[in-house]
């Protein structure tokens, strides 16, 4: 449990709690250390054994084993004997304000702006309390997801580190489009759209090239020209800003290549010449397999899906985890997305742990697994210099678990302790100690 080395560290922890996260985060002198835990190493070497983390507002300042960090007088005392400390998860294909064909989608059918909003900030808080400290959100309908970051941002509200897409670019009849309403067709409306999102403040740009499960048609088609896909990373890489599809295609994923398209959604159906030429472009993938597997039935019969969208899932599932392993065998750059609630039970974990577990049952090593939530992630966003490894000027984005991922991915399961920026937002065997009072906590 934290302990208080001084008074002044009880003065900052009294401000942090009566005046929530907003106040936390602009106390940049506060320090917390960690000790007793063991500190996972995501580069390969041996892991520290009894090391201490040394935080200074957000950021890491030292990390090493105990006896080698001096501990700054005034320091609030995290105790985790026995812990190891890894990086929080980083989900790269999150959409917070999703909503299936079924129940849900009925439900929500005449939902407001304003009750979109409310339903993501909660999805974004139960993601960061499960585990996932960072987002990458390609693709939500309307525009909430940059005042939700905003939000994040400024500590009003709990949620993970946010890299924005807005609204997914649709061709008419394309993945995700309203039936009988136009697309975005043509490459100047594409290049119109991508300028306005990118103006709210998007990351990243979508488009979808191809059909999904959760559309009809043929998934393998190629719905988007290659002038469009050009146009859209030409607009986005001028403002440094990357471009994602959505694909099942191994057609429209090599017109993508030959476009300029950094990242590749689920890729359903995409072959082993497919990653071949995506690891010649240095693109990445970001594979989704746990939707199409066993797990996410469960997930989608409580959503209320219909038999329709229960049998594509099961049809397009020996598909995928075929690309997963021939992904795999490539090389070729790889990233971990979900494409369900990061925090979603998914056979008996959440969808985060599990979507790294399906890529170590589907040939990576635990270490290379894990890296595609940690090193991968931070690199494919390109935020090494933050993210990706507890190391100092990184980010305090930090979770406790009960053994070494590295030599058994399962004990991703047991996470304990969540911290973000250097607060603790969740601790399970001492609630006292989580530093926000944040709205929605």
């Not at 907003?22 to 250390?33: K, N, P």
């Not at 985060?352 to 894990?370: C, D, F, K, N, W």
């Not at 930090?398 to 937002?425: E, F, H, N, Y």
Request: glycine share 10%; hydrophobic share 45%.
């Amino acid at each position: 449990m934290f302990r208080l080395r001084t008074r002044p560290a009880l003065a900052a922890l009294t401000i942090a709690v009566i005046f929530g996260a907003s106040a936390a985060h602009s106390g940049t002198d506060t320090i917390r250390v960690i000790t007793g835990a063991n500190i996972v190493n995501l580069d390969g070497g041996a892991p520290i054994q009894n090391g201490v983390v040394v935080i200074t507002g957000e950021r890491i300042t030292a990390v090493g084993p105990a006896g080698s960090v001096s501990i700054p007088d005034g320091a609030v005392e995290l105790k985790l004997p026995g812990k190891w400390l890894m990086p929080g998860l980083m989900n790269m294909h999150v959409h917070f304000g999703l909503r299936l064909p079924g129940t849900l989608a009925q439900q929500t059918a005449n939902e407001t702006e304003g009750g979109l909003a409310l339903r993501m900030m909660s999805n974004a808080r139960k993601s960061l309390l499960s585990g996932t400290t960072t987002v990458r959100t390609p693709g939500e309908s309307r525009d909430a997801i940059f005042a939700i970051k905003s939000a994040i941002d400024r500590g009003e509200y709990l949620g993970p580190r946010i890299w924005p897409a807005g609204r997914a670019i649709v061709p008419t009849g394309g993945h995700s489009s309203e039936p009988l309403f136009d697309g975005i067709d043509g490459a100047d409306e594409v290049r119109h759209e991508a300028r306005r999102q990118i103006l709210l403040g998007a990351k990243w740009i979508k488009i979808t090239i191809s059909r999904g499960i959760a559309s009809t048609g043929e998934i393998a088609a190629a719905d988007m020209t290659v002038d469009e896909m050009r146009a859209a990373t030409d607009i986005a890489h001028r403002q440094g800003v990357k471009v994602a599809a959505h694909t099942g295609s191994p057609q429209a994923t090599l017109d993508a290549l030959e476009a300029g398209v950094d990242s590749f959604e689920h890729g359903y159906f995409l072959n082993e010449a497919v990653f071949r030429k995506m690891k010649e472009k240095n693109a990445w993938y970001v594979p989704t397999i746990v939707v199409s597997q066993a797990g996410a039935m469960e997930f989608f019969k409580r959503i209320g899906s219909t038999p329709f969208y229960l049998a594509r899932v099961q049809a397009v599932g020996k598909a995928h985890w075929s690309a997963l392993q021939a992904a795999i065998k490539t090389g070729v750059n790889i990233a971990m997305g979900s494409d369900q609630f990061p925090y979603e039970p998914n056979e008996g974990t959440v969808a985060s742990v599990r979507e790294i577990e399906l890529y170590r049952e589907a040939g990576m090593t635990p270490l290379q697994a894990l890296r595609t939530a940690t090193v991968n992630t931070a690199r494919m966003l390109g935020a090494e210099q933050d993210l990706g490894l507890l190391a100092p000027g990184k980010y305090a984005d930090i979770i406790a678990l009960d053994g070494d991922p590295t030599q058994d991915i399962a004990r991703l399961r047991t996470i304990s302790m969540v911290m973000k920026g250097g607060m603790v937002v969740r601790n399970d065997a001492d609630p006292a100690s989580v530093l926000v009072t944040a709205p929605g906590l």
